[in-house]
């Protein structure tokens, strides 16, 4: 296996646990809860995906981008500029002169083709189907049945952790804007797919105990 | 703060089967509590015991300070009607009668004069977004519409505690989560003390806290995070 195909290969282990709400380090704020939706969210293709809505200056950028996508966790500034020089250097974006005006940068951005392509294709890929929360509970379960500990009380333990991020983002639904339930429902459903491979786990608890200790 | 509704120790058996074996659990007044838990669990059985709705074979059940369990079946009856609101899986309408008819029943049950429960029950149509449909019965109604007309017909008499047994369990999901919206929100407003029973955790996140039937016991839900 090549070193790439073994990098590639430890971010598909690695890089779903971290944007994955049932795994990510559990917090009492629906805020907070949000933005790890958007962990794994591509910044630079986020950022043409809205310079393709119109030409932007890169406080512009980062103004809708913290209004859309940033739920607590705002875009440094640094990484804004960085990234569309990257964009730009890579012809996916293309500056305008400097403009005069308060800020560290009145560049004006635009879109180009190559960007407009890269935001279609990156659009028409469906999110890898990983089965990524399961692979830590299955290895905890199957670790507590084999030192004898009671796998059905850590089970218990994540359950709770996981319905009270589900009453958070339930509150977050209610009283937030329909971009907000939009969110929350996807934390819902991931949240709930959990919940249900949890519930089958502590139903055959025995059978797994008896297959770890043949 | 003092439990409204409690039980301890609670045994109840199907002839041989048994479907509680001990379920002790307390509910404070105003709070919304999710049963869960997997089918034949005993979580419906539990629900039905809390509401005097079966008498329990072992066991004590409180309400408000006084033995539930050891009413005589008229009492219960008259608990059950003037105290208690109900909201099931299906409606559970009345086919003869129309959606206001239906909402106004518990009152009428009570006693209420028809003009004053039909003027009651018509306020809950504007407040669960049922306008226009007071007329209509059970079969022209949608699964929402019919599952909010029962909601008003559960709370429409002030219950103390309604409960209320999978009520999304026959809807899609955002007909599903709209009818918990208005049943938390209505509860809320007016104090209502809800018993909410259901196997599915997004209706569960609706309440305050969760407890788990297992094999006739309930487990409490403690988060340490």
């Not at chain 1, 990484?79 to 004006?108: C, I, N, W």
């Not at chain 1, 996981?162 to 969110?183: F, I, N, P």
């Not at chain 2, 009856?77 to 559970?92: K, P």
């Not at chain 2, 309604?162 to 809320?188: H, I, K, N, Y």
Request: hydrophobic share 40%.
């Amino acid at each position: 296996m090549s070193c790439r195909t073994q990098a590639l290969s430890r971010y598909r282990m690695q890089a779903p646990i971290q944007r994955t709400p049932g795994v990510a380090p559990l917090t009492t704020t629906a805020t907070y809860t949000l933005s790890v939706l958007f962990v794994g969210m591509t910044v630079p293709l986020t950022l043409l995906g809205l310079l393709e809505r119109e030409p932007s200056h890169g406080y512009d950028l980062k103004r809708d981008y913290d209004t859309l996508f940033g739920r607590g966790k705002p875009l440094p500034f640094g990484q804004v500029y960085s990234t569309l020089a990257r964009l730009a250097r890579d012809g996916k974006v293309t500056a305008a002169e400097t403009e005069p005006g308060a800020g560290p940068d009145r560049k004006r951005y635009v879109i180009t083709e190559q960007g407009v392509t890269e935001v279609e294709a990156w659009l028409a890929e469906p999110v890898a189907p990983e089965p990524h929360l399961q692979t830590v509970l299955f290895a905890k379960v199957v670790l507590a049945l084999m030192s004898g500990r009671s796998a059905e009380h850590y089970l218990d333990l994540q359950r709770a952790a996981h319905l009270q991020r589900m009453r958070e983002l339930t509150e977050l639904k209610r009283h937030g804007t329909v971009v907000d339930a939009l969110l929350a429902d996807h934390g819902l459903f991931h949240l709930e797919a959990d919940l249900r491979w949890i519930e089958l786990t502590s139903a055959r608890l025995d059978a797994l105990a008896g297959a770890v200790h043949s | 703060m003092t439990a409204l509704l409690d039980a301890q120790d609670v045994t109840f058996s199907f002839g041989a089967t048994p479907a509680l074996r001990g379920a002790t659990v307390s509910i404070e007044s105003g709070e919304i509590l999710a049963v869960m838990g997997p089918s034949g669990s005993g979580k419906s059985t539990l629900l039905h015991c809390l509401a005097g709705i079966l008498v329990p074979d072992g066991g004590a059940i409180t309400f408000a300070g006084e033995r539930l369990d050891t009413l005589r079946e008229a009492e219960r009856t008259a608990l059950r009607r003037d105290r208690f609101g109900f909201v099931f899986q299906f409606g559970q309408l009345v086919p003869e009668l129309t959606a206001q008819e239906n909402v106004a029943l518990p009152l009428l049950l009570a006693g209420t004069a028809r003009t004053t429960a039909m003027t009651a029950a018509q306020e809950w149509f504007g407040r669960l977004g049922l306008d226009g449909l007071e007329r209509r019965r059970s079969g022209e109604l949608s699964g929402g519409q019919a599952q909010r007309v029962a909601l008003a017909r559960g709370l429409v008499s002030r219950p103390q505690v309604l409960f209320a047994d999978e009520p999304t369990g026959a809807l899609d999901s955002l007909t599903g989560e709209q009818v918990m919206d208005l049943l938390t929100s209505a509860a809320r407003e007016q104090g209502t003390t809800v018993v909410l029973v259901t196997h599915e955790p997004r209706v569960a996140a609706y309440a305050d806290r969760e407890v788990i039937v297992r094999d006739g016991k309930v487990t409490p839900i403690v988060c340490v995070v």
